[in-house]
C-alpha cells in the first residue's frame, strides 16, 4: 500500500508527459504548416485568444455556440476564449479599412472548443483569403494548399475529400417556394446533419403518431416556429427561470430550451409530398464530381429547377481543383455535403482519413455570407487544419511502418 502514491505519481507523470510530448510535436507540426502557407504567399496574422461572445453566438451556428468556452470582463461583457479564427479575421479586416482588396493570411495557435472524447484546447492552423472576385479559382487554391500541406505529412493514398456547395441547396430551396422560416430550418438542419432523418417519410409519420412530452406545450411551440436560435432559447430560459426551474432530470435551462427549440423546427416541418420526394432525391446525389453534376443537371431538368448558372459554377470550380493537380478520383462531390457554421455560403470541403472517417483533419469553406451579416460584400474562402489530429495521423503511419 505504501508503494501506491508512487505508482499513482508515476502513472501522473507519465500522462503529463505525453501530453507536453504531444504539445511539442504539434508545435513543430503547426510551424512547419506556417512556413509552407507563407512561402506560398499567405501573411502571417494573430488575433487575442480572449474574444467578445456576442459575434460568435450570433454568427456561428448552434454547434459552436453549444461548444463555447464563456467568461465575462470585470465590466459583466461577455467573453469567449475563441473557438476559431475565423470570425476574428473577418471583423480585423472590416475594421483595417481594406475592404475591396485581396487580403491572404494565415493564423496558428490554440482554439477552445468543448469536444467530447478530446482536448478542449487544441492547435489550429487556419488560412483565410479575402477578397478575391475569382471566386472558383480561390475555392480551387485554397483546397489545393490546404490538401497539399496535408498529404505532405500523412501521406495522399491515406486521404479522401468531400466536396459540396451550398448555393445548389440555397437554389433548390427557392425552387421550392418554400416559407422563409421552412428554408431556415431546412439549412440549419442540413448543417447539422439532420436534414435526411428530417424528410424521412417513415419518421415523419412516426413523430406523429407518437406523440412527445413537449406535446403538452404546444403553446409554446407554436410561438417558437421559425424565431432565431439564440432569440428562441433565450425565451424558453426566461419561461423557466419565471417558473423557478434551472434543471430537471440532469439537465439544465440550457438542455432544456435547446430541446424545445429542436422539437418546434421537427414540428414545424411543411414540406409538401413533391417537394420532400425533390430534396431527398438531390440529397442521395454523391459521387464522381463529374458524375455528380451530370446527374444534378438530370435532376433541375425533371423537376424544373433553375439551377444552370449554380452548376456551372460548380463545373467551373471542378475544373480549377483539377487543373490544381488533385487528383479526382480521391473527391468526392456530395449534393448534400454540409458544415455546421452558419455563416458557410457556398464551396464546402473537409479532408479525412480513410481509417477515421468520423471526424475530418482539415476542412473550410467559402464563407460570403458572414461578411453579409457584418453588413458589407466581401467575397471570402477559409480553412483550418487541426493539427492535434494530424500530430496523431503522423504517429499512426510511424507506428504501422516500424
Given at each position: 500500500m505504501g508503494d501506491f502514491p508512487r505508482e499513482a505519481d508515476a502513472m501522473s507523470e507519465t500522462s503529463e508527459t505525453k501530453v507536453r510530448m504531444s504539445k511539442v510535436r504539434d508545435g513543430a507540426d503547426g510551424q512547419k504548416l506556417v512556413a509552407r502557407f507563407l512561402k506560398a504567399g499567405y501573411h502571417r496574422a494573430d488575433v487575442p485568444v480572449l474574444?467578445?461572445?456576442?459575434?460568435?453566438?450570433?454568427?456561428s451556428g448552434e454547434d459552436i455556440r453549444r461548444r463555447l468556452f464563456l467568461t465575462s470582463d470585470e465590466e459583466g461583457a461577455e467573453l469567449c476564449l475563441r473557438p476559431e479564427f475565423t470570425i476574428p479575421a473577418a471583423l480585423t479586416y472590416l475594421k483595417a479599412g481594406v475592404v475591396g482588396r485581396r487580403v491572404d493570411q494565415v493564423f496558428y495557435g490554440s482554439v477552445f472548443r468543448h469536444r467530447p472524447g478530446e482536448s478542449g484546447e487544441f492547435t489550429q492552423v487556419s488560412l483565410e483569403s479575402m477578397g478575391r472576385?475569382?471566386?472558383e479559382a480561390a475555392d480551387a487554391d485554397v483546397l489545393a494548399e490546404t490538401y497539399g500541406?496535408?498529404?505532405e505529412a500523412v501521406g495522399a493514398a491515406r486521404l479522401a475529400i468531400t466536396i459540396g456547395d451550398l448555393g445548389l441547396f440555397s437554389g433548390v430551396l427557392d425552387?421550392?417556394?418554400l416559407d422563409a422560416a421552412t428554408s431556415r430550418r431546412l439549412a440549419l438542419a442540413l448543417g447539422e446533419g439532420r436534414l435526411t432523418s428530417l424528410i424521412d417519410p417513415a419518421k415523419i409519420a412516426e413523430r406523429k403518431e407518437s406523440p412527445r412530452g413537449l406535446a403538452r406545450y404546444s403553446g409554446v411551440l407554436d410561438a417558437l416556429k421559425g424565431a432565431d436560435p439564440v432569440e428562441a432559447k433565450a425565451f424558453v430560459k426566461d419561461l423557466l427561470s419565471m417558473a423557478g426551474i434551472t434543471a430537471t432530470g440532469g439537465r439544465s435551462a440550457e438542455d432544456i430550451a435547446g430541446r424545445f427549440l429542436e422539437r418546434a423546427r421537427e414540428d414545424a416541418q411543411t414540406l409538401g409530398n413533391e417537394q420532400?420526394?425533390?430534396?431527398?432525391?438531390?440529397?442521395?446525389?454523391e459521387g464522381e464530381p463529374d458524375d455528380v453534376t451530370t446527374r444534378l443537371r438530370a435532376l433541375a431538368k425533371a423537376a424544373n429547377l433553375p439551377l444552370d448558372a449554380a452548376l456551372d459554377r460548380f463545373e467551373h470550380r471542378v475544373g480549377f481543383i483539377e487543373a490544381r493537380g488533385l487528383p479526382l478520383g480521391a473527391v468526392k462531390a456530395a449534393a448534400g455535403f454540409a458544415r455546421n457554421m452558419e455563416y458557410y455560403s457556398g464551396f464546402v470541403f473537409d479532408i479525412r482519413l480513410a481509417e477515421r472517417p468520423d471526424r475530418p483533419i482539415a476542412a473550410g469553406g467559402r464563407y460570403d455570407r458572414l461578411f453579409e451579416r457584418l453588413g458589407r460584400e466581401v467575397p471570402a474562402i477559409g480553412a483550418a487544419i487541426w493539427v492535434d489530429r494530424l500530430n496523431a495521423a503522423e504517429v499512426s503511419a510511424g507506428e504501422v511502418t516500424r
Open positions: 474574444q467578445p461572445a456576442d459575434p460568435f453566438l450570433e454568427l472576385t475569382d471566386r500541406a496535408v498529404s425552387a421550392l417556394s420532400g420526394d425533390i430534396l431527398r432525391q438531390f440529397l442521395a446525389i
